[in-house]
């Protein structure tokens, strides 16, 4: 009775969640269209728009997911898991690549609190991918956006982050130098060598979150 109840549990956050990605959907499609498509920027300016949806839309997809993504995959095989699971690792890559691509362009993710906000979630949520998939992208990804959000021990833009913002940042950086790719830190060949950066990631998602505030990482501000 237990399982069968656990299984309608879980059944019902995977509903509400596919409904809530649903929703972002449709945000989405409701877009102009040079949001939508990178094919339809004209100017710069609609290319950096173009950007900072794509990282917005794709972290909250991304957060909507995360849940599933730092529970145990059900020992059946469920279809809406494995689909959650697949929107999740689409998403926090999109986010990933949006951010890196809006800061080749401008200084706006450095100075904006939501875009570095969605910045270190994405990088976060990329360790934890590191571990679930052996592909070494989701690590390449996260060095990458690790090294173009700013250095706590370096950057003078920290002022308007909070404390947890700085936090995850400084798991990020110590992870980012103790784990090099060309070091050999990341063996692709089992899916838990690179449980430290999954850790890691997980350490950075706590650090992030206060019991004496009102938010956290993967929450409105």
């Known amino acids: 009775m237990q399982d069968y109840d656990d299984t309608v549990d879980q059944n019902l956050i995977h509903d509400k969640i596919l409904s809530n990605i649903s929703k972002v959907e449709k945000i989405r499609q409701r877009a102009k269209p040079h949001l939508r498509s990178q094919a339809y920027c004209v100017v710069t300016e609609h290319t950096k728009e173009h950007h900072a949806f794509q990282l917005y839309l794709s972290f909250l997809t991304a957060t909507i997911c995360q849940g599933v993504l730092q529970k145990r995959a059900p020992l059946y095989q469920d279809p809406d898991h494995e689909k959650i699971v697949s929107i999740a690792k689409r ?75 700085q936090r995850a940042l400084d798991v990020l950086n110590q992870r980012r130098q103790d784990a090099p790719i060309d070091g050999g830190a990341f063996n692709g060949n089992h899916p838990s060598a690179d449980a430290p950066v999954a850790n890691a990631s997980r350490d950075g998602a706590n650090a992030m979150h206060d019991t004496s505030a009102d938010h956290s990482l993967f929450t409105n501000r």
């Open 91 to 165: 998403s926090i890559t999109s986010a990933a690549e949006a951010f890196l691509d809006l800061h080749r362009l401008s200084i706006v993710p450095l100075r904006s609190w939501s875009a570095i906000h969605c910045g270190i979630g994405s990088a976060l949520l990329l360790g934890i991918l590191a571990q679930l998939d052996p592909s070494e992208e989701f690590l390449r990804l996260q060095h990458l956006l690790v090294d173009a959000l700013p250095n706590p021990k370096a950057s003078l833009d920290l002022a308007g982050l909070s404390i947890q913002h």
